[in-house]
């Protein structure tokens, strides 16, 4: 019975109860009992005890481990809170004489035709002669050894409960038993320290108190599957602790019984894996910078063949040149690789990129304190260095046997760390300017560009110099998290064509801002919008530029990539969402590593076909929508 009718018991036992073999008793809300039959009075904890007596004084009950109950425990106590019935609780009865009974005590509320509560009744059932003896024996022996047996295998039963109730109080998981309407019964250690709060906290209170607001349902779909008695195994969802933190757990939730085989309540067994799902996150984020990093290499690998082959005189010139910007890579890669890509040392970067052997080594100078660059400047200075050592090996100080290079940098604290570096080379040819601006220059310009940095370069009558201005981070050494993105770029070493039957390309002339802090891959992009004629705004490397280019420039389209060194860029896609100028993503990274509020954006993954670049761009002009409609990415 759920509830109990005023109408029908009253607060008075009927002459039926009153004769019962079992222990029944009424008391009001506050406890004070207002009838009990003959029955019950022989569970009672003093022979004095009447009508009108606190229910708290009649009883002196133990668990089956023999601990002690607390008052507040007591079924009785949890209901008068509750107002919800609690059956099948096994306890443990002192009586007067000091002798001990265990009994199986069942309460149900009472409430009036107005539904309004009055009290509650309990039944006492003495559980000691329904002991389950007969597993004891074999199915084959007599009722004679059955009796003779009879003593030792109900102590047999009260130690098995008392080493179960031990293995449940020591345990590391929280165990926890609650009534079908989610109240909760009893609370072991195991939940004490997982979730903060003690037995006397939870006890009798509703066990949506650990459970988020957004995740109750899933209480109520456990609750529903307990009352048809099935399972629930290893159920993965998250709590709440005391503290407000969220506890991932592993649940697994069965139906408690009662002597009939009626659900009466369920127990819970919680296992905190907070732990276990941080490493998987983790995990998953690893193997995510892993796939992110390797696609990023091919990308720059494409990227540097691409305006390699768009500046070479002849195959071999471009094999060698590809084959020197190739391996300057790859010795920055080999650094980094020994510092877990962490950070590598200025002088290792400049010893890799320099052309000469051992024996050579009088010909070049190198001076200055160690300095730390993070896995990005450090791919992109190792570049810089490989297009000055190169070109003053073709065409410089380096070209002749008495020439010299002198290499010095310091570090400036004034209005933040700078690093300064002169690329001083005298005793060479004539130097002259250039006529034309070669991929060298163009690649030196924009690598610094991506980190706030600039050069100038100077053709003086005695020799070039170069001198590099980069920003630093605010301390020399460079702890794990400082990889912000390794160096990316992407379009394919032939040149796509696009063929339009003779008519003008529908993104000619349309001003296109291009957002990326990878120098290489931001020439790629431009390069390829170039071709069709479109304006290129930008390209920005930097959030605070991207921002100002929106402000102050007309804007039909952009290109962005999914973060700039690190910094999200959710408030520039939300700049251009509120302008209503369309946008995608170029990025490395699948969709989980766009800004959450934009993960439907189309996004040209890293390395890409440069068709299909600009088959978004010329899409995203001609859709009305504020955002490119979701395509699929190749």
Same mark, same amino acid.
């Given at each position: 019975?759920?509830?109990?009718s005023?109408?029908a018991?009253?607060?008075?036992?009927?002459r039926?109860?009153?004769t019962?073999?079992?222990?029944?008793?009424?008391c009001?809300?506050?406890?004070?009992l207002?009838?009990?039959?003959?029955?019950?009075?022989?569970?009672?904890?003093?022979?004095?005890?009447t009508?009108g007596?606190?229910?708290?004084?009649?009883?002196? /009950?133990?668990?089956?481990? *023999?601990?002690?109950?607390?008052?507040?425990h007591?079924?009785?106590a949890?209901?008068?809170?509750t107002?919800?019935a609690?059956?099948?609780?096994?306890l443990?009865?002192?009586?007067?004489?000091?002798?001990?009974?265990?009994?199986?005590?069942?309460?149900?509320?009472?409430?009036?035709?107005s539904?309004?509560f009055?009290?509650?009744?309990?039944?006492?059932q003495?559980?000691?002669?329904?002991a389950?003896?007969?597993a004891?024996v074999?199915?084959g022996?007599?009722?004679?050894?059955?009796?003779?047996n009879?003593d030792?295998?109900?102590?047999?039963?009260?130690?098995?409960?008392?080493?179960?109730?031990?293995?449940?109080?020591?345990?590391?998981?929280?165990?926890?038993?609650?009534?079908?309407?989610?109240?909760?019964?009893?609370?072991?250690?195991?939940?004490?320290?997982?979730?903060?709060?003690?037995?006397?906290?939870?006890?009798?209170?509703?066990?949506?108190?650990?459970?988020?607001?957004?995740?109750?349902s899933?209480?109520?779909?456990?609750?529903?599957?307990l009352?048809q008695?099935?399972?629930?195994d290893h159920?993965?969802?998250v709590?709440?602790?005391?503290?407000?933190?969220?506890?991932?757990?592993?649940?697994?939730v069965s139906?408690?019984?009662?002597?009939?085989?009626?659900?009466?309540?369920a127990?819970?067994?919680?296992?905190?894996?907070?732990?276990?799902?941080q490493?998987?996150?983790?995990?998953?984020?690893l193997?995510?910078?892993?796939?992110?990093?390797?696609?990023?290499?091919?990308?720059?690998?494409?990227?540097?063949?691409n305006?390699?082959?768009?500046?070479?005189?002849s195959?071999?010139?471009?094999?060698?040149s590809?084959?020197?910007?190739?391996q300057?890579?790859a010795?920055?890669?080999t650094?980094?690789?020994?510092?877990?890509?962490q950070?590598?040392?200025?002088a290792?970067?400049?010893?890799?990129?320099?052309?000469?052997?051992? /024996?050579?080594?009088?010909?070049?100078?190198?001076?200055?304190?160690?300095v730390?660059?993070?896995a990005?400047?450090?791919?992109?200075?190792?570049?810089?260095?490989?297009?000055?050592?190169?070109?003053?090996?073709k065409?410089?100080?380096?070209?002749?046997?008495r020439?010299?290079l002198?290499?010095?940098?310091?570090?400036?604290t004034?209005?933040g760390?700078?690093?300064?570096l002169?690329?001083?080379?005298?005793?060479g040819p004539?130097?002259?300017?250039?006529?034309?601006?070669?991929?060298g220059?163009?690649?030196?310009?924009?690598?610094?560009?991506?980190?706030?940095?600039?050069?100038?370069?100077?053709?003086?009558?005695?020799?070039?110099?170069?001198e590099?201005?980069?920003?630093?981070?605010?301390?020399?050494?460079?702890?794990?998290?400082?990889?912000?993105?390794?160096?990316?770029?992407?379009?394919?070493?032939?040149?796509?064509?696009?063929?339009?039957a003779g008519?003008?390309?529908?993104?000619?002339?349309?001003r296109?801002?291009?957002?990326?802090?990878?120098?290489?891959?931001?020439?790629?992009?431009?390069?390829?919008?170039?071709?069709?004629?479109?304006k290129?705004?930008?390209?920005?490397?930097?959030?605070?530029?991207?921002?100002?280019?929106i402000?102050?420039?007309?804007?039909?389209?952009?290109?962005?990539?999914?973060n700039? /060194?690190?910094?999200?860029?959710?408030?520039?896609? /939300?700049?251009?969402?509120?302008?209503?100028?369309?946008?995608?993503f170029v990025?490395?990274?699948?969709?989980? *590593?766009l800004?959450e509020?934009?993960?439907?954006?189309?996004?040209?993954?890293?390395?890409?076909?440069?068709?299909?670049?600009?088959?978004?761009?010329?899409?995203?002009?001609?859709?009305?929508?504020?955002?490119?409609?979701?395509?699929?990415?190749?």
């Amino acid at each position: 019975m759920s509830k109990k009718s005023a109408s029908a018991c009253g607060l008075k036992l009927s002459r039926l109860d009153a004769t019962l073999p079992v222990g029944v008793y009424i008391c009001d809300r506050t406890g004070v009992l207002t009838d009990f039959n003959r029955r019950c009075a022989t569970f009672w904890a003093s022979s004095d005890i009447t009508p009108g007596a606190k229910l708290t004084d009649a009883l002196k /009950a133990y668990l089956p481990n *023999g601990q002690r109950l607390p008052e507040a425990h007591e079924p009785t106590a949890i209901v008068l809170r509750t107002e919800s019935a609690i059956h099948g609780c096994d306890l443990v009865f002192e009586r007067p004489d000091g002798s001990r009974v265990l009994v199986e005590v069942g309460v149900d509320p009472i409430f009036d035709d107005s539904q309004n509560f009055l009290g509650a009744v309990g039944c006492i059932q003495d559980f000691s002669k329904y002991a389950d003896i007969s597993a004891q024996v074999s199915q084959g022996q007599k009722a004679e050894t059955e009796n003779e047996n009879s003593d030792s295998s109900i102590q047999s039963s009260g130690v098995l409960a008392a080493r179960l109730a031990a293995i449940v109080a020591s345990s590391d998981d929280a165990i926890v038993s609650k009534t079908l309407q989610g109240f909760v019964t009893t609370w072991n250690a195991g939940a004490e320290r997982i979730f903060g709060y003690t037995a006397d906290e939870m006890i009798g209170q509703h066990i949506t108190r650990i459970i988020p607001i957004e995740l109750r349902s899933e209480e109520d779909a456990i609750l529903a599957r307990l009352r048809q008695g099935e399972h629930v195994d290893h159920f993965e969802t998250v709590r709440v602790a005391k503290d407000g933190r969220r506890i991932d757990v592993s649940l697994t939730v069965s139906p408690i019984r009662d002597r009939t085989g009626r659900v009466v309540g369920a127990s819970k067994v919680g296992r905190d894996i907070t732990e276990r799902k941080q490493f998987e996150r983790l995990q998953q984020l690893l193997i995510g910078e892993l796939n992110h990093r390797v696609k990023n290499t091919l990308a720059t690998v494409q990227s540097i063949a691409n305006q390699t082959v768009h500046r070479a005189k002849s195959p071999s010139d471009f094999a060698a040149s590809f084959s020197g910007r190739l391996q300057a890579l790859a010795r920055t890669h080999t650094l980094l690789t020994q510092s877990t890509w962490q950070a590598a040392d200025l002088a290792d970067v400049l010893r890799d990129q320099l052309p000469l052997s051992e /024996a050579a080594d009088d010909r070049i100078s190198y001076s200055g304190p160690t300095v730390k660059l993070n896995a990005q400047a450090a791919l992109h200075l190792g570049l810089v260095l490989h297009e000055l050592a190169t070109n003053a090996l073709k065409y410089g100080a380096l070209s002749d046997p008495r020439g010299k290079l002198a290499i010095h940098w310091i570090v400036r604290t004034d209005n933040g760390r700078h690093l300064l570096l002169e690329w001083r080379e005298r005793g060479g040819p004539t130097v002259s300017v250039p006529q034309s601006r070669g991929f060298g220059a163009t690649l030196i310009e924009k690598s610094l560009e991506a980190h706030g940095g600039v050069t100038s370069i100077r053709y003086e009558a005695e020799g070039l110099t170069c001198e590099i201005n980069l920003p630093l981070p605010d301390v020399d050494s460079i702890g794990g998290g400082s990889y912000n993105k390794p160096l990316a770029s992407g379009v394919e070493i032939a040149k796509a064509a696009r063929m339009y039957a003779g008519k003008t390309p529908a993104v000619a002339g349309k001003r296109i801002l291009v957002v990326d802090d990878e120098p290489l891959i931001a020439m790629d992009i431009v390069a390829s919008l170039e071709d069709e004629g479109c304006k290129v705004v930008g390209p920005a490397a930097t959030l605070k530029k991207a921002l100002h280019l929106i402000e102050t420039e007309d804007i039909d389209a952009g290109l962005l990539d999914a973060n700039l /060194a690190g910094e999200p860029v959710d408030a520039l896609a /939300a700049v251009l969402t509120r302008r209503k100028i369309p946008f995608a993503f170029v990025s490395g990274y699948g969709r989980e *590593g766009l800004p959450e509020a934009f993960r439907q954006t189309t996004l040209i993954k890293k390395p890409f076909h440069r068709q299909r670049l600009m088959d978004v761009v010329q899409q995203m002009l001609s859709e009305a929508s504020t955002i490119v409609p979701l395509r699929k990415s190749i």
